[in-house]
């Protein structure tokens, strides 16, 4: 068997370690006779991993204690709806800023429920930038501001935190969480769908500050209601239990890495290194303001589009695969989150000047 | 490695063919040199397994060509709101039948939307019966009639399909599909959580007849839009990918195993040989009435409760777990679901023997 070095923007790869564990306890977990899949999610071998995962997952972000961790289903893009459902609290509008593709998403899907204020956009530089929040307009009236810590299609990602007084602060950070340390106090909600930097799809974490509990409006579906699945340890109904127990196998491997000072350490490391060498390359470009590039997705494109098909073509027989941009944008993108390997991206790298030097 | 005989209610036992199967492919699914979890589900290796696991459904279902069948998130309690949120259809009311615990989940859901006319209740009879169709109040203008032709916790299936005309009927199969051949015709819709019959919880089936779509009232969120879904072959956000995959390989089991009406046959059989033998025992009881005894739960009673601990405890010695009843009804539970082998049914017949004979 040949593993390959996997760029995709999600589902994506994940640790090799985790992999191997889940392939050994596939039909025996610990003794048990069973297969986690086969849990109840109510017996005492899967409550213990479910409460592990979280613990290690507190652990890894220091969740203060009057935050609620939620594990859901639905992605990212259940949570667009959940957001509004949950989080107007009578109020009639919300502010959302629009980064990108899926700004736009989140941003269509509130407009449902609530009056939607865009207080800035990056349309403007074609998404390529990120304003400075000197030139938002924010409402001191907003339910919450709603923003996108990494838009994996253009590849543009705040490093920074936007400061909302008593607004709660949302973040989608589906492409970012766990790539890096950061101050969860300093927002409201935070929503991640898994199969980026958590595990395989199908799992939503919602981590939710306790007073912003318990408003929900009518209509909300009762498993998207924070406070029901608060109130029962995410198990209002039966929860992804294997992507919950994989979930909680990488953040055991997360914390045997040294946790997410060491990840940002690595990932900064992984992610310059392939600005500089697109930079310093006359073949490759990456037209993203420097001050807000992704460290997670690496988009590039080549001087001449036609040779496209080759890059890919060459790149997957030598194990580097997914390496296709967005249809929206073609090109290429690397995604490079905390399970690629700096392996990896050298090796792309290798590929790259030899493509360079052979096509250039 | 010991594998028990795990009669959970869900998430259930699975076939250990599939669990072999997917340890097998864990770290490299067909020389891809990925797990399925890792691939994108935009890439043709999971579009091809995907597509696969569909045909596979419709081929053991034998479902129409006028009907979608959608691979969604959220289990069957995010059903319990797609429901009404797509079947509406502008009407201000719709029929239910409430035979027990999860009915009562899909009442409460629905009133949420609209006016519930409850058709018909098993109240009378402490949901031990159903009642017959005769007795039904249906209401000729609901939007649909919704039932659920199997109730986990009570024990009690319908053995029949209602007739509601022009009305369109819909089921929630969670505890039930796959377990025998169905008229899927005869439908508007039908449902179900993957985690007892079909695969690892974290995956939903919607099979959904296509002139029923297109009418989601504007608040549905957009992942449990099934019109959206449709046009999008479920991807209109990342699907459970590796659920589905997985899902797919309990089809190919099941196709195996010879088909629908080969399970049907086996089903049959488990149930009656332990009913039978619950019956002439006046150790053990089961209070359903026997015209709508499951075929997938089978809770029983012992003589004497303060056996139960003990009845637990000595089960568990020889294998056999997860047989607590539900909370709600105490005693015993055995879900004996498609992928329960007749030798775990045969060996808990003996215990249950062999320990009557002790403590009788």
Sequence with gaps: MTRVYNFSAGPAILPEAVLQQAREEMLDWRGSGMSVMEMSHRGKEFVSIAAEAEADLRDLLAIPENY??????????????????????????????????WSKKAISEAKKHAGVNVAASGEASNFMSIPAQSEWQLDPNAAYLHYTPNETISGVEFH??????????????????LSRPIDVSRF??????????????????????????????????????????ADA???????????????????????????????????????????????????????????????MNVPFLLADD????????????????????????????A?????????????????????ERRNG
Tied chains: 1, 2.
């Design 160 to 177: 920074w935190v936007p400061e909302t007084g008593d607004v709660p602060l949302v973040a989608d950070m589906s492409s970012t969480i």
């Design 335 to 355: 995604s490079i989150y905390n399970a690629m390997p700096e392996a990896g991206v050298d090796r792309l790298l290798a590929f790259m000047q030899e493509f």
């Design 68 to 101: 609620k961790v939620l594990f859901l289903q639905g992605g990212a893009s259940a949570q667009f709806a959940a957001v509004p459902f949950n989080l107007l609290r009578g109020k009639t509008s919300a502010d959302y800023v629009n980064t990108g593709s």
């Design 188 to 229: 409201g909600m935070i929503y991640a769908g898994a199969q980026k930097n958590i595990g395989p799809a199908g799992l939503t974490i919602v981590i939710v500050r306790e007073d912003l509990l318990g408003h929900a409006s009518p209509l909300t579906p009762s498993v998207l209601d924070y406070k029901v699945q």
């Design 306 to 333: 036609a040779l496209n098909k080759t890059f890919l073509a060459e790149a997957q027989e030598v194990g580097l695969t997914t390496l296709a941009g967005h249809r929206s944008v073609g090109g290429m993108r």
């Design 233 to 295: 340890d995410s198990m209002s109904n039966t929860p992804p239990t294997y992507s919950w127990y994989l979930a909680g196998l990488v953040f055991k491997w997360l914390k045997e890495q040294g946790g997410l000072s060491a990840m940002a350490e690595l990932n900064k490391r992984k992610a310059e290194k392939l600005y500089r060498a697109i930079d310093e390359s006359s073949f490759y470009s990456n037209p993203v303001d420097p001050a807000c590039r992704s460290w």
